[in-house]
């Protein structure tokens, strides 16, 4: 089995920042690319950014500038920093990994609101 467990999550005025983390446990042969998604309320889930193994990265356009994303394939980890956030920002965030011989993975998710 494998899980990936996020963290990092709170309350946060507009304008600040946070640091969101996953980090995966289990069975790990390889991981391939590692993701952040987030859903607000009454609307679908959404893709935030996502990272290669390699390194490679792509984000949506409504956080490009703002957020990066980075992974520790040492510590089988990925990360999310967010800065300059705004209400519109305020989500559930879930992490999600392809790891090779296990379906797609995702985590619990972690609430993010951006409110002053």
């Known amino acids: 089995q494998v899980q990936l467990v996020e963290s990092g999550g709170g309350l946060v005025q507009p304008g600040g920042s946070l640091r969101l983390s996953c980090a995966a446990s289990?069975?790990?042969?390889?991981?391939?690319?590692m993701g952040w998604y987030r859903q607000a309320p009454g609307k679908q889930r959404e893709l935030v950014a996502v990272?290669?193994?390699?390194?490679?990265?792509n984000y949506a356009d409504s956080v490009k500038g703002r957020f990066t994303i980075s992974r520790d394939n040492a510590k089988n980890t990925v990360y999310l920093q967010m800065n300059s956030l705004k209400p519109e920002d305020t989500a559930v965030y879930y992490c999600?990994?392809?790891?090779?011989?296990?379906?797609?993975?995702w985590g619990q998710g972690t609430q993010v609101t951006v409110s002053s």
């Open positions: 990272i290669s193994s390699g390194g490679s990265t």
């Open positions: 289990g069975t790990i042969f390889s991981i391939n690319a």
């Open positions: 999600n990994a392809d790891m090779t011989g296990w379906d797609l993975t």
